[in-house]
């Protein structure tokens, strides 16, 4: 199975500042046939399922604020909310579905310093 | 609009079995696969398998194989998850999620709607 690691476990930021949110696999889940990355990144409130924000890595879900953006290749990628918004708290999870099992990070707290 | 609703929470003894149902409506049912993904108390998500709600074609992850069934019911668009041989370490949130890929035999493995959650206790 692909593992895939985020860091960092939480975060802090101020409200309009910058967040990221770093993910990766332990191998290359980039499918060279298509240059697309086989990975998508979630969003899950307390009490909640999770939402998809972006898939192929960096293609936003439509509805999902221009503010998220994901970027990467190959075996490293990021999550970056550009302006944190208070809405935003919530925990990240990065998951790759380039191999089955698709397999998850284990999530990032994202919270208001 | 697109909405997954799952049945109730459950309360198992060990060595029982639990079924999870996922009724969804919105869309046409049997153009998405489906799937069902679980989360432990305060940890990550995993994958269990996924069903072909065309077919009925399943996959399991090889954790699960031997103990779990994925069905549907295309009279009642709904998908249906049993898990037998419940322990502990299954008390979990169990969520099914629709593919995001549509149409016949298309599945990309990422999830674009979520039922609610249903949450099954193994407990003695």
């Known amino acids: 199975d692909i593992v895939v690691t985020q860091s960092p476990g939480s975060l802090a930021v101020s409200l309009g500042e910058r967040a990221t949110i770093n993910c990766r696999s332990s191998?290359?889940?980039?499918?060279?046939?298509?240059?697309?990355?086989?990975l998508a990144w979630y969003q899950q409130k307390p009490g909640q399922p999770p939402k998809l924000l972006i898939y192929w890595s960096s293609t936003r879900e439509s509805g999902v604020p221009d503010r998220f953006s994901g970027s990467g290749s190959g075996t490293d990628f990021t999550l970056t909310i550009s302006s944190l918004q208070a809405e935003d708290v919530a925990v990240y999870y990065c998951q790759q579905f380039y191999s089955t099992p698709p397999t998850f990070g284990q999530g990032t707290k994202v919270e208001i310093k | 609009q697109v909405q997954l609703v799952q049945s109730g929470t459950e309360v198992k003894k060990p060595g029982a079995s639990v079924k999870v149902s996922c009724k969804a409506s919105g869309y046409f049912f049997t153009t998405y696969y489906m799937h069902w993904v679980r989360q432990a108390p305060g940890q990550g998500l995993e994958w269990m398998g996924i069903v072909n709600p065309s077919g009925g074609g399943t996959s399991y992850a090889q954790k699960f194989q031997g103990r779990i069934t994925m069905t549907r019911d295309t009279s009642t668009s709904t998908v249906h998850m049993e898990l037998s041989s419940l322990g502990s370490e299954d008390t979990a949130v169990y969520y099914c999620a629709r593919d995001h890929c549509s149409g016949a035999d298309c599945f990309s493995y990422y999830f674009d709607y979520w039922g609610q959650g249903t949450l099954v206790t193994v407990s003695s």
């Open positions: 191998q290359s889940i980039l499918y060279s046939s298509s240059n697309k990355n086989y």
